[in-house]
C-alpha cells in the first residue's frame, strides 16, 4: 500500500511520515504528534481510541477516509470494521458471515452481492489478510 492517500489509497498511521500527516487538514501539531508518539497501533480501534480524546466523531470519521489502518478480514472485532466509513451493522455482518477469507478476491466476491462495484473498491481499501503491521 503507498503512504500517500490517493483516489485508491488509504495513508496507513503506522507508516506514514510526520509530513504526510501534516499534509491531512483534520489533523493538528498535537494530533499528529499523538499518532507518531503513538506507534504502532495493533488496530484501528487503537487508533481511534487515542483519537478520540482530541477529535469529535465526527472529524474522525471523515479522518479515516484519509487515513486508515486496514483490518485484517479473518480476525477484526465488530467494533473495528464499523470504523470503516459508510459501514453499518448490516454490512459489518456481511464481512464477519463469509469468514474465513482465502482471498481478496473472495471478498470482492461475496460482498459484491450486497454493493456495487465501486462501492466494493472502495472498502477493498480499508481491508487485508495480512498483519496490519506489514502495511
Known amino acids: 500500500m503507498a503512504n500517500s492517500a490517493s483516489a485508491n489509497s488509504l ?10 500527516l501534516a499534509g491531512i487538514s483534520l489533523l493538528d501539531e498535537g494530533t499528529t ?34 487515513l486508515f489502518i486496514p483490518i485484517n478480514l479473518n480476525t477484526a472485532s465488530r467494533d473495528d470494521i464499523l470504523l470503516i466509513p459508510g ?9 464477519e458471515e463469509y469468514r474465513p ?6 471478498f470482492r466476491r461475496e460482498i459484491s452481492k450486497y454493493v456495487d462495484e465501486e ?17
Not at 87 to 95: P, S, T
Not at 101 to 106: A, D, G, L
Open 11 to 20: 495513508l496507513n498511521p503506522n507508516s506514514a511520515s510526520s509530513d504526510e
Open 33 to 66: 504528534s499523538a499518532i507518531t508518539g503513538g506507534r504502532p497501533f495493533a488496530t484501528i480501534g487503537d487508533l481511534n481510541s487515542a483519537l478520540s480524546d482530541s477529535m469529535s466523531k465526527d472529524d474522525i470519521e471523515s479522518l479515516y477516509g484519509e
Open 87 to 95: 459501514v453499518g451493522r448490516r454490512m459489518a455482518h456481511e464481512f
Open 101 to 106: 477469507y482465502s482471498s481478496i478476491e473472495q
Open 119 to 135: 462501492e466494493v473498491a472502495r472498502l477493498e481499501m480499508y481491508v487485508t489478510l495480512d498483519c496490519p503491521f506489514n502495511e
